[in-house]
Nanobody, 126 residues
């Protein structure tokens, strides 16, 4: 199983970025997907999750209303659209895949995920 995240970069506060995570060597539609992030000197934290069904999503309070998670099962890809970015959103963002979940369930804890991508750096300047 391989998860390849991309789309990070440097953006000014108030700007937008779209992260993508392409999955391979797995039956993508059988996995719940999520995004986590880790800022320098801080622990990894949950950002957003989407169910296998695609119509259940869940967000951390800090990103609700600004970030949108989506998935395209035909392309084996999960996305994170990030709008109204703030300097405190600066972090390495990781995508993750969770197997064995109920069809409509959104996994919010890191230990629910079985596979992790390599991360992509998002830097938001003030």
């Amino acid at each position: 199983v391989q998860l390849q995240a991309c789309g990070g970069g440097l953006v000014q506060a108030g700007g937008s970025l779209r992260l993508s995570c392409a999955a391979s060597a797995l039956t993508f539609s059988s996995y719940g997907m999520g995004w986590f992030r880790q800022a320098p000197g801080k622990e990894r934290e949950f950002v957003a999750a989407i169910s296998r069904s695609r119509d259940s999503t869940y967000y951390a309070d800090s990103v609700t209303g600004r970030f949108t998670i989506s998935r395209d099962n035909a392309k084996n890809t999960v996305y994170l659209q990030m709008n109204s970015l703030k300097p405190e959103d600066t972090a390495v963002y990781y995508c993750a895949a969770a197997s064995g979940l109920y069809y409509y369930y959104t996994a919010k804890k890191g230990d629910e995920y079985t596979h992790w991508g390599q991360g992509t750096l998002v830097t938001v300047s003030s």
